[in-house]
């Protein structure tokens, strides 16, 4: 059975910075793409980031761009999101995903609340 | 920037088949878009129905399928039952890893 468990979010304030983190099991994790959706309070879903297999790969949406690293460990099947310089706007339950082998998300995690408020 | 486009709400009595479509401010959504389709109710994270345009995810009863409709995907709910009542989200993959997803359906059903 595929499990994504995200842990590392709470309470930051502004300009602040959080690591994010998303264990995964039943799985080959180094076969498959990983990536983050959040979603604000009462809002809709949004694509933050992906990353490749390998890790060589990465994109993000351009709210995040410069600010949020994506990075995974295949050794200890984790995927990872550093957040700096977070904004309000931030504030978010944030999703760990994996993706198809071609396209896109399959399983989602229970997700974890990051709240950027001073 | 291209918005991707959904329905806001829609209504379907029990029983009843619906449609729900997710379309592109410019251009059309194709089967290299991959488009997907993810139903969440309140308080839970979503659960994904659809990937790859009509690819049923597990478990996922054949009441749901997915299509391309005159240069739209769409989500096609047959024989509705209540607890479909729930927050539909397409996303399309816009190439250079980028995705977007739409804004999101409300289905009601009654």
């Known amino acids: 059975e595929v499990q994504l468990l995200e842990s590392g979010g709470g309470l930051v304030q502004p300009g602040g910075s959080l690591r994010l983190s998303c264990v995964a099991s039943g799985f080959t994790f180094s076969n498959y793409a990983m990536s983050w959706v959040r979603q604000a309070p009462g809002k809709g879903l949004e694509w933050v980031s992906v990353?490749?297999?390998?890790?060589?790969?990465?994109y993000y949406a351009d709210s995040v761009k410069g600010r949020f690293t994506i990075s995974r460990d295949n050794f200890k099947n984790t995927l990872y999101l550093q957040m700096n310089s977070l904004r309000a706007e931030d504030t978010a339950i944030y999703y760990c995903v994996k993706l198809v082998v071609v396209g896109n998300f399959d399983y989602w995690g229970q997700g974890t609340l990051v709240t950027v408020s001073s | 920037q291209t918005v991707v486009t959904q329905e806001p709400s829609f209504s379907v009595s029990p029983g009843g088949t619906v449609t729900l479509t997710c379309g592109l401010t410019?251009?059309?959504?194709?089967?290299?878009?991959?488009p997907s389709w993810y139903q969440q109710t309140p308080g839970q994270a979503p659960r994904t129905l659809i990937y790859n345009t009509n690819t049923r995810s597990s478990g996922v009863p054949d009441r749901f399928s997915g299509s391309i409709l005159r240069n739209k995907a769409a989500l096609t709910i047959t024989g509705a039952q209540a607890d479909d009542e729930s927050d539909y989200y397409c996303v399309v993959d816009m190439g250079n890893g980028i995705r977007v997803f739409g804004g999101g359906t409300r289905l009601t059903v009654l």
């Open positions: 990353i490749s297999a390998t890790g060589g790969s990465r």
């Open positions: 410019s251009g059309s959504v194709s089967t290299n878009s991959y």
